[in-house]
C-alpha cells in the first residue's frame, strides 16, 4: 500500500501537470505556448528548491513520514484549485495565475514525493533490492496511466473543473491513508552533520568541487539522464497539444493512444530493475536511448496511428528503462547519510535542466513551424547526445574492472 498508492498518485498528480495543465492553458488560457513553457520551468526550480530544502530538513529531523503525510494532502488540495485560475481577469493576469499556481501545487508535490518519499524509498532498501524497488515505483504508471487514460473522456464530457478536483482529492486521500500506514526506517535517525550545521550550509556543501569529485560515476548517471529528459520534455510538454490540433484526435482517444504503450512501459521497468540488482545498470543505460530515439523520430516521421503507437511504445519503452537504470544506479551511489539532501541534486539533473530547456526548445520550435511532428526528431536528436556521458561511464567501470 505504502510504495504502490504513493507511487500511483503521485505519477497521477506529476502527469496530470505535465499533460494537463499545459493543454487546459492551451485551450481554456491562450494558444501561446510560451506560458506553457515558462511554467514549466518555474515548476521545475521550484520542485529543485523545495526538494534540496525539505530533503535537508527531513535528513536533519530523522523523519519522513509528516513530510508525505501532509505534503500528500495539501498537494491533492492545490491540484484541485488549479481551475480556479481560468477566473481571474484577463489572459496577462490568468498566464501570471497559472504559473503562481502550479508553483504552489509543486512546493508541496516536491515536499511529498521528489523529495521524502524518494528519499524513504532510499532509506528501506539497499543495493541488492533497489532495482526491484525502483521499478516498483515506476511501475506505478500503469495505475496511473489507466486513471488517466479516462481523463480526455472525463474532460471531453465535464469538463476540467471535473477532472482536477477529482484527482485532486484522489492524491489527498492517498496522503491520509497510505501515509498513515507507513513507517520511517528504523535505523533512520537525525544526520548529526546537520544536527551542527545550519540547512543552508548543509544544501550548499552538496556543490563543493570535492563532492563531483568523490562522487563522479554517480554525476555521470545523472547527466546521462538529464540529456535524454532534455529530449523527452521536447515534445512531452506538447504531446496532448499534438494529438489534438496535429493528428485531429480527440482528448478521449488521445489519452487511450498513450496508455497503449503502458505494457511495454511496465515489461522495460521489471526487466530493468532485474537487471539493476545483477549490477548490470550500466548495459541497460547502453541500450535504452537507442529505444527511444528510435521511437521518437518514427514518431515524427509518420502520421499513422499504428506506427505511432508503436513509436510510442518505443519511446516510453526507453524512457522507463533509462529511468529505472540511472534512478536505481543514483540510489547505490548516494552517500548513506545525505539521503534527502542527494534528492534535491537529482532533481536539478532529472527535473530543472530538462524541464527548463525542453519545454522551451519546444516552444521556440512550434512558434516558428505551428505544432508539427519536429517536436519528435529533434527530441530523438538530443537523446542521443546521452551516450556522451554514458560512454564515460562505462570507461571509468572497465578501467576499475567493475
Not at 523545495?50 to 505534503?71: C, H, Q, V
Not at 509518420?302 to 544506479?329: F, H, Q
Request: aromatic residues 12%; charged residues 15%.
Amino acid at each position: 500500500m505504502d510504495r504502490g498508492g504513493f507511487g500511483s498518485s503521485g505519477t497521477d498528480c506529476l502527469g496530470l501537470e505535465n499533460a494537463w495543465f499545459n493543454t487546459f492553458t492551451y485551450d481554456e488560457i491562450t494558444t501561446n505556448t510560451q506560458p506553457i513553457a515558462i511554467m514549466n520551468g518555474a515548476s521545475a526550480v521550484v520542485a529543485t528548491v523545495t526538494t534540496f530544502l525539505m530533503g535537508t530538513l527531513s535528513d536533519k529531523a530523522g523523519k519522513r513520514k509528516p513530510f508525505i503525510l501532509w505534503g500528500y494532502v495539501i498537494w491533492g488540495i492545490t491540484t484541485g484549485g488549479f481551475y480556479l485560475c481560468k477566473f481571474f481577469p484577463g489572459e496577462i493576469f490568468k498566464c501570471v495565475m497559472v504559473v503562481v499556481l502550479d508553483c504552489v501545487m509543486t512546493f508541496f508535490g516536491s515536499t511529498a514525493y521528489d523529495s521524502c518519499f524518494n528519499a524513504w524509498t532510499t532509506d528501506i532498501s539497499d543495493s541488492s533490492s533497489r532495482g526491484r524497488i525502483t521499478s516498483i515505483v515506476q511501475i506505478a504508471p500503469l495505475i496511473s496511466g489507466v486513471i488517466l487514460a479516462f481523463a480526455g473522456a472525463v474532460i471531453d464530457n465535464y469538463g476540467y473543473a471535473v477532472f482536477f478536483i477529482s484527482v485532486g482529492a484522489l492524491v489527498s486521500l492517498t496522503g491520509l491513508i497510505a501515509g498513515n500506514a507507513m513507517q520511517d526506517a528504523a535505523d533512520l535517525k537525525p544526520n548529526p552533520d546537520a544536527m551542527k550545521e545550519g540547512v543552508w550550509k548543509q544544501i550548499f556543501g552538496a556543490f563543493k568541487i570535492e563532492t563531483f569529485k568523490q562522487n563522479r560515476k554517480l554525476f555521470l548517471v545523472l547527466c546521462s539522464i538529464c540529456i535524454l529528459l532534455c529530449g523527452f520534455q521536447v515534445s512531452y510538454a506538447y504531446e496532448m497539444i499534438f494529438a489534438n490540433n496535429y493528428l485531429g484526435i480527440s482528448k478521449t482517444y488521445a489519452t487511450f493512444l498513450t496508455a497503449a504503450a503502458l505494457p511495454v512501459m511496465i515489461a522495460a521497468s521489471i526487466i530493468t530493475g532485474k537487471l539493476c540488482d545483477e549490477g548490470k545498470g550500466t548495459k541497460v543505460l547502453m541500450a535504452a536511448p537507442l529505444v527511444f530515439a528510435a521511437g521518437a523520430l518514427l514518431h515524427g516521421l509518420t502520421m499513422n496511428i499504428v506506427l505511432i503507437v508503436i513509436a510510442r511504445a518505443l519511446l516510453y519503452g526507453g524512457w522507463m528503462a533509462m529511468m529505472v537504470a540511472s534512478t536505481a544506479m543514483f540510489k547505490n551511489l548516494i552517500p548513506g547519510d545525505s539521503h534527502g539532501r542527494f534528492e534535491g541534486m537529482r532533481m536539478i539533473f532529472m527535473v530543472m535542466i530538462p524541464m527548463v530547456i525542453g519545454p522551451e526548445i519546444g516552444s521556440l520550435l512550434i512558434g516558428s513551424q505551428d505544432v508539427s511532428p519536429i517536436i519528435y526528431i529533434v527530441t530523438g536528436i538530443v537523446a542521443l547526445a546521452a551516450y556522451l556521458p554514458i560512454l564515460q561511464l562505462k570507461k571509468m567501470e572497465k578501467n576499475s574492472g567493475c
